[in-house]
């Protein structure tokens, strides 16, 4: 059995006032429109056909070779838009389930029940309902005395008993191929002259023909988002069921109204996330890490055993047993090697920080690679930027860099070498040297056990 997605993608999305798609708006992090080409792609391996109109461009190199795309030009209505990816997908597909772009809570599961109660019927169409006391301008569904579907009533055009009915349409088909592009060519043309898809339900029903229904569970999983209060609903509901996932997995989330956590994230069991934190993008946390509060991770790994504290982190990597904070900033490019301690108001960027290495507070590590066991006093400062070029530092294992010391790149200081309080280093110090003042020279050599 053939299955193939269509979404509908080609709205204005007026209601939403943005010079943005609509589609592209991001419900935690990601674009609306992915949650649908996910779900699709858990559906059928075949890549959906996404029907574009307004914004067509833009959505199109947002989603590059992620889908097949079809222009809707003019938009003539919802019934025109499927027609649009007749073409692709007429004789490749044996069943077409068509969803709408704009509704990112829907999950495949309940697609799957959709497509499950096409196949076991004989009808050529089955549609999603939703049955709710607010029926947030959706469209009835109006049976007859047997109980089958006899048509679709918008509630625009609804009379007040067809507006009392609280069976309504999600917008969510699975069509038999064939049927639908045959039926799409007879669907009149609406006083707004404009084709609707719901038509298509009155001329099977007129044929003769059955028009199976099947309720959706979740109510929450039928919101469109149309509007901006749509979009931070749809986004705390999405937060709330990833934030539940986790808990059952064995992470305790200390309060989950104010966790902030994207679908792209992974957390290890144990782990104890405080408030206001925020993990975003492909981010991983590893086993009994302690996160947070107001904490920051934007694509990046943290390894096992891990206390992050009030800090923000862009782009790094962290191995196991690190502390860091508060108010840290690693930036893309840190990696802080097994058991690195990072005191407050420290930012790293670019830099590889070996193991056991300790960097005091008020200090900035910049494209830099700093050895094992390695001391970096308060207030030491990297000036890597030589206005033109970002040059590199070196530090050897087993140096002590005092308290305000400035380290002018290019330089480099050799295994156990030491500088002292406020230096400003220009030049390579060598191994086991103690190197002094404004510009530092070296004073002495140092035993190895000094």
């Known amino acids: 059995m053939n299955i193939r997605s269509i979404i509908l993608a080609a709205g204005q999305g007026t209601r939403m006032k943005s010079n943005l798609p609509k589609v592209l708006h991001p419900v935690l992090g990601r674009p609306m429109l992915q949650y649908a080409l996910d779900t699709a792609a858990r559906l059928s391996p075949a890549e959906p056909v996404v029907v574009v109109g307004h914004g067509a461009q833009q959505i199109q190199q947002a989603f590059d070779g992620k889908a097949r795309f079809v222009l809707q030009e003019p938009q003539l209505g919802t019934g025109h838009a499927v027609q649009q990816a007749e073409p692709l997908l007429r004789g490749e597909a044996d069943l077409v389930v068509v969803t709408y772009a704009d509704m990112p809570l829907l999950t495949a599961e309940t697609l799957q029940r959709v497509v499950q109660t096409q196949l076991s019927h004989s009808g050529p169409m089955t549609m999603l309902t939703l049955m709710v006391d607010d029926p947030r301008g959706f ?212 830099s590889h920080l070996g193991p056991g290495t300790r960097m005091g507070h008020f200090s900035y590590i910049g494209d830099a690679e700093i050895g094992p066991n390695v001391n970096i006093g308060a207030g030491t400062i990297t000036c890597n930027f030589d206005g033109v070029n970002k040059n590199h530092t070196e530090v050897a294992a087993g140096v002590f860099i005092g308290s305000d010391t400035m380290l002018v790149a290019p330089v480099k200081l050799g295994e156990g070498a030491r500088t002292g309080a406020g230096a400003v280093v220009t030049k390579d110090i060598p191994p086991y040297t103690l190197a002094v003042g404004v510009p530092a020279r070296k004073i002495r050599k140092l035993e190895k056990h000094d």
């Not at 109980?147 to 507006?163: D, F, H, K, M």
């Not at 999983?221 to 931070?232: D, F, S």
């Not at 957390?267 to 975003?280: A, E, F, S, Y």
């Not at 920051?296 to 055993?305: A, E, F, K, L, P």
């Open 139 to 350: 469209g009835r569904i109006v049976r007859g005395p047997d109980g089958g579907v006899l048509a679709i009533v918008e509630e625009a055009q609804a009379t007040p008993e067809q507006r009392a009915i609280r069976e309504l349409n999600v917008a969510v088909y699975c069509f038999a191929a064939d049927w639908l592009w045959e039926t799409l060519r007879r669907v009149p043309l609406s006083p707004k002259g404009e084709y609707y898809l719901t038509d298509v339900v009155g001329i099977a029903v007129a044929d003769g023909l059955s028009v199976e229904t099947q309720l959706l569970d979740d109510p929450e999983e039928g919101i469109g988002i149309n509007t901006r209060i749509h979009l931070a609903e749809a986004a705390a509901i999405m937060r709330q069921r990833i934030n539940q996932r986790w808990m059952l997995e064995g992470v305790t989330l200390i309060d989950p109204a104010t966790t902030y956590i994207e679908p792209g994230v992974t957390i290890g069991r144990d782990t104890v996330i405080w408030p206001n934190t925020h993990l975003q993008g492909n981010t991983t946390i590893g086993e009994m890490c302690v996160v947070g509060p107001d904490t920051i991770i934007q694509n990046s790994r943290v390894g096992d055993c891990c206390r992050l504290f009030s800090s923000v982190l862009e782009g790094a990597t962290l191995e196991e047993n690190i502390k860091i904070g508060p108010y840290c900033h690693l930036r893309t490019g840190a990696y802080l090697a097994h058991g690195v301690h990072l005191g407050n108001f420290g930012e790293v960027k670019n």
